[in-house]
């Protein structure tokens, strides 16, 4: 184990198109390459910063809840939370894999972590959030017709939508706090946490997935970490995305982020992840690719986002190949 007790806190927010390129199969080769492309990317992070590492499973909780379509006449098939809690151990345990097969001088842990929300959220009754592959238009309305589900655009491709209610707790804090404090890197949060209610009888599951970058920016400010980035296929955040007049924000604050007015669907609950945790805890945060996450870290490379008061600077456009 590493001496890193007194390193800044760093909780990096993996999208699932950073560790499953946009359009590109699910398939275990697939997935496994991209964890060991991220974890080569988050080792020199580590060197030098305690880890915590979340990540998306919207293509990985659609691709199960097709499965269980298509096994329906076995019985009744495993509800959203369920699957939420599958693919989070898959996807954990590929990328725990792939970090420490990476990093020598530290262990990783992942965790199965459940987060607590309102029973009564509007968001059950909106679906709004992605999962599963990508179709055509064509495609997507003949699944929606056939299988009762809710569908929406996603660039230039068409998704299944469910319920993504706002994330109030993350259960597991406690355990998480101490294995930082412990010197463990930790995978925790995958795809928000498993969506749970508390009745008089405890906690339950629900049929929903919670937005991993919300869900990151609450357990990055709770755990008092000094940085959030949130890692996706694109360099950084822009306005007037697709047009000529695009322009990649150097640098933000929340209040004028939560006024441009970004798309639900792609940039905008990373928008509000950002301004939640900056606004609740005046440090920094990120957002930008993958391959630039120690530059993000470092505040050089990305949309830096301080606290109100800070400029907003624009700067010249990278290659990028997505909307979020």
Known sequence: MSENGSAPLVVAALGGNALLRRGEPATAANQLSAAQEAAAILGPVSARSRLVVTHG??????????????????????????????SEGQIGYVVELALDNAIEDRDTVTVITRTLVD??????????????????????????????????????????????????????????????DGDFIVVCAGGGGVPVVEDEHGERGVEA?????????????????????????????????????ERAVATATPTWLREQGFPGGSMGPKVEAVARFVAATGRRAAIGRLEDLAELVDGTAGTQIHPDG?????RAPAAATAAG
């Open 57 to 86: 499973n919207g293509p990985q909780v659609g691709l199960l809840a097709l499965k269980e379509d298509a096994y329906g006449d076995q019985g009744e098939p495993y509800p959203l939370d369920v699957l939420d809690a599958e």
């Open 310 to 314: 800070a400029e907003v600077t624009f």
């Open 119 to 180: 029973a009564d959220d509007p968001a059950f009754d909106r679906p709004t959030k992605f999962i599963g592959p990508v179709y055509s238009e064509e495609r997507a309305r003949a699944l929606a017709a056939e299988r009762g589900w809710s569908i929406a655009p996603d660039g230039k491709w068409w998704r299944r939508v469910v319920a993504s209610p706002d994330p109030k707790r993350i259960v597991q804090l406690p355990a998480i706090r101490r294995l930082v």
């Open 209 to 245: 997935v919670i937005d991993k970058d919300l869900a990151s920016a609450l357990l990055a400010a709770d755990l008092d970490a000094d940085v959030l980035v949130l890692a996706t296929d694109v360099d950084a955040v822009y306005l007037d995305w697709g047009t000529p007049d």
